[in-house]
């Protein structure tokens, strides 16, 4: 048992994540701003009191004092999403570049023993090869992948440069329960789940085709753990599911009405993690199959009840400036 630190722990995976880590015997120290993450994703712990939870923004100075004798720091707190990242590029610069520069900085000064970054696919953009492996360039292809592509970078050097191991884990297409319900249009489970309780047609990009390396929340906070406890430093390594679904297999699973609306400029046609370093490096694969993944989110449908409801000519608003500054390259 130990202390340990979870940044965005109110947020979608940090609060899966929180409640693995206390369920584990943890102290956890919980630090979120609030600004995407909601205290209601915390419930399960609230009461329990290997838990405390601190609404601060990690550029406030005041947040150093949180990581004193902590062994490790899970640094999950970041602003998400494409078109926010484009419109509003300062902001994402200043959370995920900045934010992270401020944890290992504390951790550093706080003689944390180990940094588990949560990295992004986003970084590979549109790769030449499936599954994509570690080692593919980097593309970013806008505001938001850059941005946490350079957090990883930072995590990294820090690990190199003070002694302090480290580790990102570039997640894939996370989803599960409590995935954001609100706020800017984004991550495609929220957007089907919300048309599907309103009874409005799924709206699906180009013809359905593209595939995603869809992964189940539980599976990475498992990668998390076994990152955490691990030996491994100075690496990036991919959890993904070890498959990629269609948006036509995703719609056939959710079952309902489709209405098709333009293709994005940058959007790779499939996202498909290899996963032989996790296996290899963590002795970690995926567990929960696309298919009882889904069920499990038809099971919390509920949970979408307040979120918005996208149609073709929203999204088409919320997009445009996606489709005005990126390249078709
Ligand atoms: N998608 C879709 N309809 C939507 C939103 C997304 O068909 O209303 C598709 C999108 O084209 C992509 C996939 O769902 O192929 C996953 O999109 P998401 O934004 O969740 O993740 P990302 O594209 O960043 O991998």
């Not at 909601?38 to 009191?49: K, M, P, Q, T």
């Not at 900045?98 to 550093?108: I, P, Q, S």
């Not at 996790?278 to 499990?296: D, H, I, Q, Y």
Request: charged content about 20%.
């Amino acid at each position: 048992m130990s202390k340990v630190v979870v940044t965005g722990g109110a947020g979608f995976i940090g609060s899966h994540l929180v409640e693995r880590l206390v369920a584990d015997g943890h102290d956890v120290v919980t630090i979120d701003n609030l600004a995407v993450g909601r205290r209601s994703n915390l419930r399960a712990v609230e009461r329990n009191g290997h838990f405390s939870f601190h609404a601060l923004d990690l550029n406030d100075p005041s947040a150093a004092a949180l990581f004193a004798g902590a062994h490790t720091v899970f640094h999950l707190a970041a602003l998400a999403d494409i078109v926010p990242s484009i419109e509003r590029p300062e902001s994402y610069f200043r959370a995920n570049v900045d934010g992270t520069f401020a944890v290992v900085e504390c951790a550093r000064r706080s003689g944390v023993r180990r940094i588990v970054y949560a990295g992004s696919s986003s970084c590979y953009g549109i790769p030449d090869f499936y599954p994509t492996p570690e080692t593919a360039e980097i593309r970013p292809q806008y505001p938001y992948a850059l941005t946490k592509y350079l957090g990883e970078c930072i995590a990294l050097h820090w690990g190199k440069v003070y002694g302090i191991p480290s580790v990102s884990l570039r997640f894939f297409n996370v989803f599960g329960p409590r995935a954001r319900t609100s706020g800017t249009y984004g991550a495609v489970f929220g957007v089907f789940l919300a048309q599907k309780l309103a009874g409005k047609p799924f709206t699906v990009v180009g013809d359905g085709t593209q595939t995603r390396d869809f992964t189940y929340v539980s599976d990475i906070v498992d990668g998390i753990v076994a990152a955490a406890d691990s030996d491994v430093k100075d690496e990036a390594i991919n959890l993904g599911s070890g498959g990629t679904y269609s948006i036509n297999e995703l719609v056939g699973l959710l079952n309902g009405p489709v209405q098709y609306i333009p293709k994005r400029p940058g959007e790779p046609d499939s996202t498909f993690a290899d996963v032989t370093k996790a296996k290899r490096l963590l002795n970690w694969e995926a567990k929960v199959s696309f298919a009882e993944g889904v069920r499990s989110m038809l099971e919390h449908i509920d949970d979408w009840r307040d979120a918005p409801v996208w149609d073709a000519e929203s999204i088409h608003k919320a997009t445009e400036a996606w489709f005005r500054h990126l390249s078709t390259a």
